[in-house]
Structure formats: structure tokens, C-alpha cells
């Protein structure tokens, strides 16, 4: 059966949801997107999703289509409408169709997509069999913090990685300091304290990101928001990436050297166990699976 | 009329040129793009600008959908059917609508779209009317070389400008050299000699930089690819911005500093005059207008 999708306005076969050549995400990126994670069938920390997608449209001097209250309806709509048990809803908008012209138009029709994914097999595999990274200068715009469609550096990123036999790139700053990876932010674990690069504009502002510190702190880990070099990374306890869709991988190699003893981390094993009960928890589920 | 453009190989009407909301372009500006500017219905340094399409998809690991002689047939093809007389070529390919996951696909079918755009008459206006500048720090990416259609920090740049009153931002490096404007190379005069920023991974290689260089020589100029300073355009001779469909754009103002004297140099509009010269002989035209 084909795809629902929600298309500027209505729920139509996603066959049908396209868009002008013109549309200013084709041409210039002018977009943004959110990715929820949901749970048998409940969107997971959906208003901090949508409060960062408000912050980015902010940062490209755009006002979001539809008050939050119409989005969070969006996204039940596509829960409810879905047959996938386990997926993440997708949402895009961008500055719409217009004459091809590089200045924001006064006036515009933004375009709305937003559809529900089904979550990869290949995400539980990774939990499973842990996972590789690379690293790579940091070469993206200073911007980061803004969760735009412009992820051209991302893609050629995540390519050098599966060329290398990676599974992800983390990116590295001024002083080999680890910003983060192309879609994920970067933990390490150093005798009882989880370090992670604090905000700024080098790293998303991730919502999985948040959720983690919380729960380390809950299970008793000192949590420090610093940036740490690759040097550290490669020296510490464990070392995992995060991100929605993910939720926690752990990375047992950089660069070719093994992370500590090359297994999980019992650390990374409680984290994401506490994880899975903090969102079963604030889905009200009992269990997330 | 509706506009016929050429999309996915037929010339079809623009309103019928559609792609998938999971088309790379829209999801991840995972695309590229050439502006070839026409005259009198002849496209001028066509191959230059194949020749670079080609070698933006090298840096993005994609193999060009067709070989250039098609391309060139292609740009032909809508010089002979557009009705307009001053226009540029606009051509732009993506990898193609996959579901949506940051790995590229093993294979793909690319999204092509070309079309005739109208030269805005706004471009003639500023010729005349001369034009002011801001500066910003350069947060691009570092791939400036590659013309992508991931150009948000373009568009955030440039809708900057227009905020503070200028028509164009120069993107400043390490040390305030100037690299580039958003959509053009810069060069200033001073004592006879013409500067430009070298090649680099900060700037694009136009086209149209290209012309000037040739050209300036022909007349007389020293010509030194070498990074100036904001300070040292600030108190140049003469100051000028070029692209492929402005031509040369001559600065007066940058930050709300006069550049000499706020009037368009002598050298600027012999270089015009003599690229117009150039660019008639090459497109076999007694003039270009």
C-alpha cells in the first residue's frame, strides 16, 4: 500500500506530494526538517522537537508555518494514519516555490512535508554490533545549531566514512576537540563522568543529547558538558554517538584503534536502558518495544 | 506563455516540472548547478562552464547524467526554444528521489532540470547606479569550489545585506582577507594592478573571474592571484565584484565606507567595456547587446 503523506495542507499518497523545480529547498536549501522518534505509535518528546524547529526557522529568518498546537495534530494525524509500528515522523518545510533569485522573497508559500519512516533494521543491528567511526576536520558552515536541509557536507561525510568501512564521521574542531558526528552527537565516558561537547553553534542541539545527560545524571554519573580532544576520546572508558533515530550507538573504533577494551561499555549499557525507560515513561508506555 | 524547461529528458512546461519531496536536492541539497549567462541567444564560454559542472560532481562522487555533448545539445535546445532575448541558462542536477537515508545510493537516477531564465533588468540598473558591500565573517562551508545547491549560508549572507542596505556580502577569512561575495568573485585595482584571491577551496572558480583576468592583461594590467585585505580594499583605487550574470558589479561602499572616491573607476569600465569585447568575439556577435 502506498505511503500517506502530509503535503502542504492534506494527507495524500506520496506519489502525488511533489514539489516545484523551483521550490527554494531545491535550489538553495532554504529548508529545515525535524526527525520524531515514536514508540508504538507515540511521537517521543515531541514539543522539544518542535521548539527546536521553531529556534531554526528563527535562525534562517523564517516564521514556521502553522502554530505548534497544528503541528503536534500533524504529527497524531500521521501516527494514527500510519501501519508501521515502529517509526519516526519526518518534517520538512521550506521557503516554497518563487522565481529563481537568491534574496528571501517578501512574500512567500512555504512548502510542508512530513511523513512517517519506518525505523532501519539496521539501527538495532548497530546496537547489537557495535560500531566504527572516522574523524574529519571540521569543514561545515558555523551554523550548525540549525537543523537545515543544507547537508551536502553531512552526505560526502557519512561517504568518506562507508568508504573507509565506518560507520559514522565524527568532526573534528581547532585542537582535535570533538565537535560531534554527521548525524549524531558524541559522548565519551572518563572514570564516572560522561563529557560532551556544550552547546554552540559547531553542534545540534540534540534532543536524544539532552535526554542522556538527564539520565546519566539519575544514574549517578558526574555529567560535564567540555569539549574533549580525540586523543581523550580514544583513552576514555566508552565511547557512544546519539541521535533520534539511533539512540545510542556505541563506537568501539576510531580511526582504525580500538576504544578501551573494544566492547560495550557497561556505562553505555545502562544509559540506554535507563533511556528506554525514561521515554517508555514519558510516552506512557510500558515499555518502548 | 508558460515557460517550456527541459526536465528528466524532454522539454516539458515549468509547471509540470515536478520532483519527489524525496528527491536528494530537497531533502539534503545533495545537487549541483551551473549558470551559463546568453547573449542574443548565444551561450557564452559554455564549455567552461560544462567543464566545471563536471568537476563539481568529481567533489561530490556523482558521475554527471550525460556526456557534455549532450549537455551542450541540451542548452541549445532551450536557447532556440525560449522566446526571451537576454537570459541565462540554468542548469541543475540532483541524485534523484530515494527514501530518505544520509548514505548515498549504490544507484540512482539523477534529477536533471535546465531552463532559460530572463536577465533581471535590476542587473543593468546596478551597472549603472553602482552598488555598496558588507563584509561578514566567512562560516561557509569548505567546499566553496564545489557549486552545490546547498546555499543557505549564501542566502542567509545575502538577505544580511539587504537588511543593512548593501546589494552584496564579501566573505572575509583569517586576518580579514577577502575571499569572495555570495554570488561573485572580488578584485580590487590599486596602482595599476589588479588582485583577485587565488583558487582555493574558499572560492569558486568563475567563469566569468576567468574573463577578467584575460581580459585586464589584454589592457595594460598587472594581474596578481593574491589574498588582500578588507583594509586593503577599503583604500584601493577601485573595487569590483563579477559573476556570470552580473557581469561587473562595481562597489562603492563596503560597510559603509566609501571605496576611493564612490565613483566607478576608469580601469572597471575598461575592463567592462573590453569583456564585453571578449564575450561578443567569442559568441561570434558584432556586439552583445
Known amino acids: 500500500m502506498e505511503k500517506t503523506v502530509f503535503f502542504n495542507g492534506k494527507l495524500i499518497p506520496l506519489s502525488q506530494a511533489k514539489v516545484s523545480v523551483l521550490d527554494r529547498g531545491f535550489v538553495f536549501a532554504d529548508g529545515l526538517y525535524e526527525v520524531i522518534r515514536c514508540y508504538r505509535k507515540k511521537p517521543f518528546a515531541l514539543d522539544g522537537h518542535l521548539q527546536r524547529f521553531k529556534r531554526s526557522a528563527e535562525g534562517i529568518y523564517m516564521e514556521l508555518p502553522y502554530g505548534l498546537d497544528r503541528w503536534r495534530e500533524i504529527c ?14 519526518y518534517l520538512q518545510v521550506t521557503r516554497g516555490p518563487a522565481p529563481r533569485d537568491h534574496r528571501i522573497p517578501e512574500q512567500y508559500e512555504p512548502t510542508v512535508f512530513a511523513y512517517a519512516d519506518p525505523v532501519s533494521p539496521e539501527m538495532e543491528y548497530r546496537w547489537e554490533n557495535l560500531s566504527k567511526a572516522m574523524t574529519l576536520k571540521d569543514g561545515r558552515w558555523d551554523r550548525c545549531h540549525i537543523k537545515s536541509v543544507a547537508l551536502l557536507p553531512n552526505i560526502l561525510a557519512r561517504d568518506e566514512a562507508r568508504r573507509k568501512g565506518a560507520d559514522e564521521a565524527l568532526w573534528l574542531g581547532p585542537g582535535q576537540v570533538v565537535y560531534e558526528g554527521t548525524a549524531s ?8 563522568v560522561l563529557y560532551t561537547h556544550p552547546l554552540c553553534n559547531k553542534i545540534l542541539g540534540g534532543i536524544t543529547r539532552e535526554v542522556i545527560l538527564k539520565v546519566a545524571a539519575e544514574l549517578g554519573l558526574e555529567v560535564r558538558q567540555e569539549g574533549k580532544t580525540i586523543q581523550d576520546f580514544l583513552a576514555a572508558d566508552e565511547v557512544f554517538v546519539t541521535g533520534t533515530k539511533r539512540e545510542i550507538m556505541p563506537l568501539v573504533e576510531i580511526d582504525g584503534q580500538a576504544v578501551s577494551d573494544g566492547k560495550m561499555g557497561e556505562w553505555t549499557r545502562k544509559i540506554h536502558e535507563g533511556m528506554m525507560e525514561y521515554i517508555a515513561r514519558d510516552c506512557g508506555l510500558d515499555s518502548c518495544y
Open 76 to 89: 497524531y494525524e500521521l501516527c494514527e494514519e500510519t501501519d508501521l509500528g515502529q517509526f519516526s515522523l
Open 185 to 192: 552527537n558524541a559522548f565519551m565516558i572518563e572514570e564516572g
